[in-house]
């Protein structure tokens, strides 16, 4: 049984983090997940294993709390699985510092300013892609061509603008757009956030990095401005933590 809570001391045995993702096909699950959200079966053929030993494996780093789980909107039946990337970042602090205080795990600091181009798709292009392109390009202080589109392009939902106002953001100027707009760019990474649009975007020239962030629509959820805040929140988590990709790739691809 993994704990989902504080690691143990050094000497009761290795901490949570260390255990749940020490096996090399969780490990490998993790790296997968920290890509993109995924479905079990995209998982069980990226690992090579049988869906039911990587089910198994996904339910410990579940029970560890470093996987989240949300139901598809566009097939219930279908689950995305997440890595939670700030859980493993607190375990891994409790890992380095119960061996020695030398090694606490220091969380990184603002991500860099890293040139990139960017492209936020959901299906009405009114609330959650809008607000990843501006949160991303006011974080990055413009480093970052951001854009968004919709495959069924509507108004942009008053509660977005209102929530992204509160964070210093204006979507004022903004404008619903469909993908056909952008038919012909070239893009990093194309980064779909509804699991319906998933299914029917289309390929971008160039075969930029296909990315999947599962989440809900805050319009159809039930408390309504409230979803939005939450929407806001994970989407500001998500955004820091490509920038930090970003800059990572950058380096890579520059060595």
């Known amino acids: 049984m993994y704990s989902a809570g504080v690691d143990a001391p050094a000497?009761?045995?290795?901490?949570?983090?260390?255990?749940?993702?020490?096996h090399p096909v969780r490990w490998r699950l993790l790296g997968e997940l920290a890509r993109s959200d995924r479905q079990v079966h995209e998982l069980t053929a990226a690992v090579g294993e049988r869906q039911s030993l990587v089910s198994y494996h996904l339910g410990v780093l579940r029970t560890a709390e470093l996987v989240r789980t949300r139901r598809s909107a566009a097939?219930?039946?279908?689950?995305?699985?997440?890595?939670?990337l700030a859980r493993c970042g607190q375990l891994l602090a409790v890992a380095g510092g119960a061996l020695h205080p030398a090694l606490r795990y220091r969380a990184p600091g603002a991500p860099p300013a890293v040139p990139a181009k960017i492209m936020f798709v959901c299906t009405g292009n009114s609330s959650r892609s809008q607000m990843a392109e501006h949160l991303l390009r006011h974080r990055s202080a413009g480093a970052v061509r951001a854009r968004s589109a919709g495959s069924h392009p509507k108004p942009l939902h008053p509660d977005a603008v209102a929530v992204m106002a509160e964070r210093g953001i204006d979507l004022g100027g903004a404008r619903p757009k469909h993908l056909d707009e952008f038919a012909g760019e070239r893009f990093d990474r194309v980064i779909t956030l509804c699991d319906r649009v998933r299914e029917v975007c289309p390929e971008f020239p160039g075969g930029p990095v296909a990315v999947h962030w599962s989440m809900p629509d805050p319009a159809g959820e039930p408390d309504g401005r409230a979803a939005f805040v939450r929407a806001a929140d994970e989407l500001t988590e998500r955004i820091e933590q490509l920038q930090h990709e970003l800059a990572a790739t950058t380096v890579l691809e520059a060595s």
């Open 11 to 22: 000497g009761a045995g290795p901490p949570a983090f260390l255990a749940a993702a020490g």
């Open 75 to 84: 097939d219930g039946r279908d689950v995305y699985y997440r890595l939670d």
